[in-house]
């Protein structure tokens, strides 16, 4: 099909503002599913997803209206995938942005919109469930209006759920998206926008062709990575799978590679033609690297292997996962796992845990180090309980941190930041209501609970983003945690040296609230090297015991007790101490509490 | 087929239902004690066979069985089988000269009277109706009938409880000089009327009355009685005082249970009657056993069951095929810390490990 018939767009949207209906319903009225086949919302496929409300790999659905070609390209809508969004709109032309006619803007939705805006992509403002009662599509209109700098009538008004207005979305994606604009006859060049793995057939790439033609069995190059694979078929998805045997300039469709290895084919990377290559590889493409560690372990010692296999098949779809074997003193046998973010880990976990059916411990996440001891060279920590004793320098990692926020909770992000070791870089007002605030911070300080923070200062209102700008020295020190004088590695911090002392008391007093009483006094102890700095214990129980027990009560009394024995069992033995898998994430909500 | 020698018979009727009593109880409904009385009859006769030709205990419980119809109760007494050890539990109110008399008259050995409380304050939180004087009555009119085997009843942890309060109703206790003691701590359980009005002032003296239980054992140990069972206590004489009937729960042995709601475990089957009165009744007085929740129990379950209940005992238990369901490792840490005695053939608690029973249990079973 020649380019000006067709038009790539994505759809940027808050959680539960109508992106899947809004998709559904495009699908429907181009009749690439028939109303009675369709599942509920097509695009989110896995239960995960849906459970969720987020789209975690992105994927592109091929439609037809009126004589054009519309390409649906998928996003995933969370800071971690920054990159991979980032992706997915440049291999557009236009996104429509959906905003809840009762809601509004959202935070969620400002970061997207802006990364569309910075990939000069046409936007089309959308105000959806205008069928609601409580919807006001003037207010909500105004605003989207403004924020993109647009006229509020050419704001479209629609409900997803009852069709209302769909038609005339599709009609505006043929009028104001621009059609691709790349060269047909130069050497090709296609941009990877997401990649999965299937079984049976291999790495699948999905991509944007910019310029040329790809066809089937042609040798092709990835130009990053220098990785050489053959299409071994092409085609396109509306929704099912239509193999169309060559891919031109300006489509979107995905190429059955053959490889095996998910990593030699990495999202942002370009193809090019073995026999004809292109000199020089599209914009954008970068290494994406783990930077937040955190160990992972079975909860029946058992199933180690299984978590093994487990993470061997997540890595095959999933490149920028990273693991590596680890043995803890009180966890046993586990893994630690490199992740682009907290939502990143929290999705593989849940993914372990839901598809592969594993009852994990995952550990409190932390940064990579850069550490350098004494008369040795330079080696990368990922682990606190790895860190040497004997530090002559260490570095962590800094983002700097991009905040759009309300102006009335300009205050309240920067005393967050302040609290967070950060460094304040600029000030901008992008509107008379809106600014927009730069920081350098450590990464370490976002790892835990930052947006979160973030989030409740700004009632929801801030949207945030980063990008690692570079390790830097730091006062840092480990912080140790004793029970009953057994260290415990899996809660082991690194944490910077004035803030020491507070979150080892913070920490110990959450642990004595975590640790159950047991049949003696159990110590608790934070230490930096051989110095405690907070103590607290565990009392003793006094008794234990059901006073009754008699011919109606046994069953119901070993019941009780093979319930008491099933809790301990679940329960990690650290010397003699019963210590609940809760403990260990006990460091997880320190920063919580840690309100200056 | 093995044959139980021990006999429970459940009589739920009661004057008024206490808040923290969670036993299958029927309030009043004295035009229908009789005819339980009847059903009961008819189910003894339906389980016959499961009962020894010579039965060791029988045991009268509730509800309070002393308020049952006395000629409901006298029709009863006469029908069921002889035993060496009859009980019937009693509440002190209910318990007159007359019925003191009749009670041994019918071949009752031993009574366990309903104390809970010698304290106002206290017997009323409880909701019980006796006064501390109307309990002197009634152990007074028991050992006139000729009884020389009485156990008391007391609850500890009562909301509002003070270490002294407990002091001066256990001093009581002591005072009547009773064969047997029982004390249980009060169990608030979720859900009930009790929970709701008591629930959050229990909570708050939880850890003030966590010394409570060792308090008991320490003032009855020192008043000359055996803690031979977690909650149980006998007087050290000539006689061996210790509850028959209740040890036989303890030691694993085979129990026909009669009657609405009661629990029998004969020939590795455990069975429950139905909790609903109208229910029971109707099924007897049409011929067929009333309605039950039946539970198999695995040879693997039984010896859980006897390490668990076992273990309550202050002999040691004897191991020998019980050793399979003993967890090794466990049983080595918990000696280390104290709490449990074992040789090759024996597994005993410790006294700091009686009190921790429950938990060590737990740690124990494999």
Redesign the interface.
């Known amino acids: 099909m020649t380019q000006d018939r067709i038009r790539n767009f994505s759809i940027i949207a808050h959680i539960d503002h109508g992106k899947s209906t809004l998709a559904d319903r495009i699908l429907e009225l181009t009749h690439a599913v028939s109303t009675r086949d369709m599942r509920a919302q097509v695009l989110d496929t896995m239960e995960l997803e849906r459970e969720r409300g987020i789209t975690i790999k992105a994927q592109a659905v091929r439609v037809e209206w009126k004589g054009h070609q519309l390409n649906l390209i998928d996003t995933p809508g969370h800071v971690d995938f920054t990159y991979e969004v980032s992706r997915s709109l440049q291999a557009c032309e236009g996104a429509l942005l959906v905003v809840d006619a009762a809601q509004g803007t959202q935070a969620q939705t400002l970061a997207n919109a802006y990364l569309a805006i910075e990939n000069n992509l046409e936007i089309v403002p959308v105000v959806n469930k205008i069928d609601l009662p409580q919807a006001d599509p003037d207010a909500a209109g105004r605003e989207l209006a403004d924020l993109i700098g647009d006229d509020p009538g050419h704001v479209l008004r629609i409900s997803a759920k009852t069709g209302e207005g769909v038609e005339e979305v599709l009609d505006a994606i043929v009028e104001r998206v621009p059609p691709p604009a790349g060269d047909p006859d130069a050497p090709p060049r296609a941009l990877i926008f997401d990649s999965s793995y299937d079984q049976y057939r291999g790495v699948v790439a999905f991509v944007r062709v910019v310029d040329g033609r790809f066809s089937t069995r042609e040798p092709l190059r990835a130009m990053a990575l220098g990785t050489r694979f053959e299409a071994e078929e092409l085609g396109f998805f509306s929704p099912t799978r239509s193999e169309s045997g060559f891919l031109e300039a300006g489509e979107v469709g995905y190429v059955i590679t053959g490889l095996k290895d998910v990593s030699r084919l990495r999202v942002g990377d370009t193809i090019t033609s073995e026999r004809r290559p292109a000199s020089e590889a599209l914009p954008g493409y970068k290494d994406v690297k783990p930077m937040v560690f955190s160990g992972l372990f079975p909860t029946d010692s058992d199933d180690y292997p299984d978590l093994r296999d487990a993470l061997e098949r997540l890595k095959l779809n999933d490149a920028a996962l990273f693991y590596e074997p680890e043995t803890s003193q009180a966890l046993g046998f586990g893994f630690r796992c490199g992740f682009l973010g907290l939502l990143h880990m929290e999705i593989v976990r849940e993914r372990l845990e839901r598809e592969f059916d594993l009852d994990l411990i995952v550990t409190a996440p932390n940064v990579a180090y850069r550490v350098k001891p004494p008369n040795e060279d330079w080696v990368e920590v990922h682990s606190p309980a790895d860190m040497p004793d004997e530090i002559e320098e260490v570095e962590e990692p800094y983002i700097k941190a991009s905040i759009i926020v309300p102006k009335e909770y300009v205050g309240a992000v920067m005393e967050l930041n302040n609290d967070r070791r950060g460094r304040f870089d600029h000030l901008e007002y992008l509107s008379e209501e809106r600014v927009h605030l730069t920081y350098e911070l450590p990464l370490a300080e976002i790892v835990l609970d930052y947006y979160d923070q973030l989030k409740s200062r700004t009632r929801g209102y801030a949207s945030f983003d980063y990008d690692i700008i570079g390790f830097r020295p730091g006062k840092l020190v480990r912080v140790d945690v004793l029970v009953a004088g057994e260290p415990v590695d899996a809660l082991s911090l690194i944490v910077h040296r004035d803030s020491a002392y507070d979150r080892g008391r913070a920490l110990v007093e959450r642990l004595r609230e975590e640790i159950p009483r047991q049949?003696?006094d159990v110590a608790i102890q934070a230490a930096i090297g051989a110095r405690v700095i907070a103590r607290e214990t565990v009392k003793a129980?006094?008794?234990?015991?059901?006073?009754?027990?008699?011919?109606?009560d046994?069953?119901r009394?070993?019941k009780l007790?093979?319930r008491?024995?099933a809790g301990?069992k679940r329960m990690k033995q650290v010397g003699?101490v019963e210590v609940p898998q809760e403990a260990f994430l006990a460091v997880l909500n320190l920063d919580g509490e840690r309100k200056s | 087929m093995t044959r139980a020698h021990h006999l429970?018979v459940h009589l739920p009727f009661c004057a008024k239902r206490c808040g923290y009593c969670d036993f299958v109880t029927v309030v009043g409904r004295g035009s229908q004690h009789g005819k339980y009385v009847h059903a009961l009859l008819l189910e003894l006769g339906l389980e016959r066979e499961a009962l020894a030709p010579r039965l060791e205990t029988v045991f009268l419980g509730g509800g309070t069985p002393t308020f049952t119809e006395p000629r409901a109760l006298e029709r009863l007494l006469t029908a069921l089988p002889d035993a060496g050890e009859v009980t019937v539990e009693a509440n002190p109110e209910t318990m007159s000269r007359e019925l003191a008399a009749m009670l041994r008259r019918l071949g009752v050995n031993r009574v366990s009277l309903g104390v809970q409380s010698f304290q106002p304050r206290l017997l009323d939180t409880l909701d019980r109706v006796a006064q501390p004087d109307t309990i002197r009555r009634a152990f007074n009119h028991l050992r006139d009938a000729g009884f020389d085997n009485i156990s008391l009843d007391l609850i500890y942890g009562i909301p509002g409880q003070s270490p002294s309060d407990l002091d001066s109703d256990l001093a009581a206790a002591i005072e009547l000089s009773p064969e047997h003691l029982s004390?249980?701590?009060l169990?608030a359980k979720p859900g009930t009327r009790f929970t709701h009005a008591h629930g959050a002032e229990l909570h708050r003296q939880a850890e003030a009355m966590?010394?409570y239980?060792?308090r008991v054992v320490d003032r009855l140990t020192a008043a000359g009685y055996r803690w031979y069972e977690?909650?149980n206590f006998c007087r050290i004489g000539e006689r061996d005082l210790r509850s028959r009937h209740?040890l036989a729960?303890?030691l694993g042995r085979d129990?026909l249970?009669l009657g609405v709601?009661?629990?029998?475990?004969v020939d590795g089957t455990?069975w429950?009657n139905t909790p609903r009165l109208a229910a029971y009744m109707q099924a007897l007085e049409a011929g067929s056993r009333p309605q039950r929740e039946i539970?198999p129990l695995s040879d693997d379950?039984r010896r859980?069951?006897r390490v668990?209940?076992g273990l309550?005992l202050d002999e040691p238990l004897v191991l020998g095929e019980l050793a399979q369901v003993v967890d090794r490792k466990a049983m080595s840490?918990?000696e280390?810390?104290g709490?449990v005695r074992t040789d090759a053939r024996t597994l005993a608690l410790t006294s700091r490990g009686?009190?921790?029973?429950?938990?060590?249990?737990?740690?124990l079973?494999a």
Do not use: P
Not at chain 2, 261 to 265: H, L, Q, R
């Open positions: 049949h003696f129980r006094r008794k234990d015991v059901l006073a009754k027990c008699y011919g109606g046994i069953t009394k070993r007790l093979e008491q024995k301990k003699m | 429970y004390c249980y701590e169990e966590e010394s239980f060792e977690t909650a209740n729960y303890w129990y249970g709601g009661a629990v029998s475990t455990r429950r539970e379950v859980r069951e668990m209940l309550r840490k918990l280390c810390l709490l009686r009190f921790l029973g429950g938990g060590v249990t737990a740690d079973l």
